[in-house]
């Protein structure tokens, strides 16, 4: 019997089976996914699909990397409920597996957006590297693609099959792009940036219906507008797939609930990554927080606490860093401040390049920083250790801020505590 | 437990003369010859430390390697990984320029490539060398090599099963 059962096998099991294995090198890991793929990374289907990348790339760790950590892995397989008094989850196929230590890692699913006509051939999610296959044979011969959302995973998607030959609209609710991480100024050097690329933006608009019969033909939007496209892509957000333990007692908001060892409310069933719902460190609100390094670092605490060592999670906090026509993005922590908040933003709109740092009561709470984005990282440890950073505030007006401009005090506990921390 | 090195700043012994990004060049450069170094490949091969200035203060930023790096954490292809001298290096194969990692370095020191925007540039200590360039070239002693202890298991492991296991990990490789 594996001592460790791990459900999932992306960022979060990954991180798993390597903090497992730092404490425990011997007892069996198990993991069941539903994908059929060896752990790939995520985010690099766009890169995929646009053949910026071949497929071997696409792996996060080496072939090796199961075997190596002695890892049975069920790839196809897809985990439908946990018997939590039995110790125990069951297969679709109904054959149940016994645990003893067991972690929720299934991620979440691309939500389905409230539009009439869908489910007709042409209409795509953007998620997984199965999306990116059938998409792929799919595009062959098409000319014209709607991405619906104008998000992450909708810019990604629209950039890639631009780069793939299609003529390409986004069309987004909101006034302005990434409006779940960029303020509006900034949101519009990057329509510049993207509209130059040749991509058509709707704001402000959604898709009311999917035109055609059995296959896309078009999109209506709320305005009466018509346009004309035989792919359709559905990036609309995210939702956690929490339903294996749905009706089971376990503390589900978004997500599963976890403390800081990423335990839930059910004994020896942890949940970690874009599944798991956890305290934030700005807000103090439970959340989820649907990024790849929060996967693996919450993924790596479960491990170590599956394996019997006490470790609690850092507070995650949304972070991230993209590009999209060469034009670099780093964001971190919040995007909105209260009444007492100061907003410190340089910008230089002919380069392009646009900061904004939000501080409230004396620490910095948010970073927004597009085309010069080296040093970001500063930015971010002042803001997930809460620096006191009143006496060098008028410093971070500067776009090359770095640790030479922090007190002394302070660099030293920086190259005190980071270089050898634990 | 093995025994690595690490670079030390010193910042109070910095003078700012440069030497560490002239001689990280160097290193990098394909002659490893200071002089065929700035006079044909100067454009071509870009220091992986920086200096920064800020009078009277100036100092290298420079990657740590830091034993739990945040980099290599976040990395969403696994291109920034630990070798067995728990140095961080990138792996330009793997890597896409999705620049996760400087959005994580609190020192700064990962920079975007200049001759080539969509990868990132970091110490690599000199390929494992016993003594990197800019340690070699620092005139006033700010960056030395200090002996570091790495552990291979989580120290300050709490209870006694855990320690058993700690001593049969270290032991295993």
């Known amino acids: 019997m594996s001592k460790y059962m791990i459900v999932g096998n992306s960022a979060a099991a990954i991180g798993a089976i390597e903090g497992i294995r730092t404490v425990d090198k011997q007892d069996k890991i198990t993991v069941i996914s539903q994908e059929p793929y060896l752990c790939y990374s995520r985010p690099l289907i766009s890169y995929f699909l646009a053949g910026k990348i071949s497929g071997e790339k696409l792996y996060y760790r080496g072939k090796e990397f199961y075997e190596k950590n002695k890892v049975n892995l069920y790839l196809g397989s897809r985990a439908v409920k946990v018997n939590s008094r039995e110790k125990n989850i069951e297969l679709e196929d109904g054959a149940c597996i016994p645990y003893q230590k067991l972690l929720i890692a299934t991620g979440s699913r691309p939500a389905v957006p409230p539009v009439k006509g869908l489910g007709k051939d042409g209409q795509h999610f953007f998620y997984s590297l199965s999306d990116v296959y059938s998409l792929r044979d799919n595009i062959k011969g098409r000319e014209r693609a709607v991405v619906i959302g104008g998000g992450l995973i909708g810019l990604k998607a629209a950039e890639a099959l631009l780069l793939c030959g299609l003529k390409v609209t986004?069309?987004?609710?909101?006034?302005?792009?990434?409006?779940?991480?960029?303020?509006?100024?900034?949101?519009?050097?990057?329509?510049?940036?993207?509209?130059?690329?040749?991509?058509?933006?709707?704001?402000?608009?959604?898709?009311?219906?999917?035109?055609?019969?059995?296959?896309?033909?078009?999109?209506?939007?709320?305005?009466?507008?018509?346009?004309?496209?035989?792919?359709?892509?559905?990036?609309?957000?995210?939702?956690?797939?929490?339903?294996?333990?749905?009706?089971?007692?376990?503390?589900?908001?978004?997500?599963?609930?976890?403390?800081r060892r990423l335990e839930t409310s059910l004994e020896n069933i942890y949940a970690a990554g874009d599944v798991a719902e956890a305290e934030t460190l700005l807000t103090k609100e439970k959340k989820v927080i649907p990024i790849w390094p929060s996967a693996y670092c919450q993924g790596l605490v479960a491990g170590k606490n599956m394996a019997g060592i006490d470790r609690e999670c850092d507070e995650e906090f949304p972070r991230n860093s993209i590009s999209f026509f060469g034009l670099n993005i780093i964001t971190a922590g919040l995007l909105e401040?209260?009444?007492?908040?100061?907003?410190?933003?340089?910008?230089?709109?002919?380069?392009?390049?646009?900061?904004?740092?939000?501080?409230?009561?004396?620490?910095?709470?948010?970073?927004?920083?597009?085309?010069?984005?080296?040093?970001?990282?500063?930015?971010?440890?002042?803001?997930?250790?809460?620096?006191?950073?009143?006496?060098?505030?008028?410093?971070?007006?500067?776009?090359?801020?770095?640790?030479?401009?922090?007190?002394?005090?302070?660099?030293?506990?920086l190259y005190r505590e980071e270089g050898a921390r634990r | 437990m093995t025994k690595k090195m690490k670079i030390e700043l010193r910042e109070e012994y910095c003078v700012g003369c440069g030497l560490c990004e002239v001689y990280c060049r160097v290193a990098h450069s394909q002659s490893r010859d200071i002089i065929k170094t700035f006079k044909k490949e100067r454009w071509t091969v870009e220091p992986r430390v920086s200096l920064?200035?800020?009078?009277?203060?100036?100092?290298?930023?420079?990657?740590?390697?830091?034993?739990?790096?945040?980099?290599?954490?976040?990395?969403?292809?696994?291109?920034?990984?630990?070798?067995?001298?728990?140095?961080?290096?990138?792996?330009?194969?793997?890597?896409?320029?999705?620049?996760?990692?400087?959005?994580?370095?609190?020192?700064?020191?990962?920079?975007?490539?200049?001759?080539?925007?969509?990868?990132?540039?970091?110490?690599?200590?000199?390929?494992?060398?016993?003594?990197p360039f800019c340690v070699l070239h620092c005139p006033n002693g700010a960056l030395t090599l200090k002996e570091k202890i790495i552990k291979n298991v989580d120290e300050s492991l709490n209870d006694s099963i855990a320690q058993v296991k700690t001593e049969e990990v270290d032991t295993d490789e």
């Open chain 2, 52 to 131: 920064v200035i800020e009078k009277p203060l100036s100092f290298p930023l420079q990657c740590q390697h830091c034993e739990d790096a945040p980099c290599v954490k976040a990395c969403i292809t696994g291109a920034m990984y630990k070798n067995e001298l728990e140095l961080t290096l990138c792996d330009e194969d793997k890597c896409v320029g999705c620049f996760t990692c400087i959005m994580e370095c609190p020192f700064g020191a990962i920079k975007i490539k200049e001759n080539n925007p969509s990868l990132p540039l970091k110490c690599d200590f000199c390929f494992e060398a016993d003594e």
């Open chain 1, 170 to 259: 986004v069309i987004e609710r909101s006034p302005y792009l990434l409006s779940s991480i960029l303020n509006e100024k900034a949101s519009r050097l990057l329509e510049e940036r993207i509209q130059s690329s040749g991509i058509r933006l709707v704001l402000g608009n959604s898709v009311k219906e999917v035109i055609g019969d059995a296959r896309v033909e078009g999109v209506t939007l709320e305005d009466g507008e018509e346009i004309d496209c035989s792919i359709l892509v559905l990036a609309a957000g995210v939702k956690p797939n929490t339903e294996i333990l749905e009706g089971i007692d376990a503390a589900i908001g978004t997500g599963i609930q976890v403390n």
């Open chain 1, 337 to 413: 401040m209260g009444d007492k908040g100061k907003e410190i933003t340089s910008i230089d709109s002919q380069n392009s390049t646009y900061q904004r740092i939000l501080m409230e009561n004396d620490r910095v709470t948010g970073m927004i920083k597009i085309g010069e984005v080296n040093q970001a990282g500063i930015i971010t440890w002042l803001i997930k250790n809460k620096v006191p950073a009143n006496s060098f505030k008028e410093l971070l007006k500067r776009k090359c801020f770095n640790p030479i401009h922090l007190p002394l005090s302070v660099r030293e506990k």
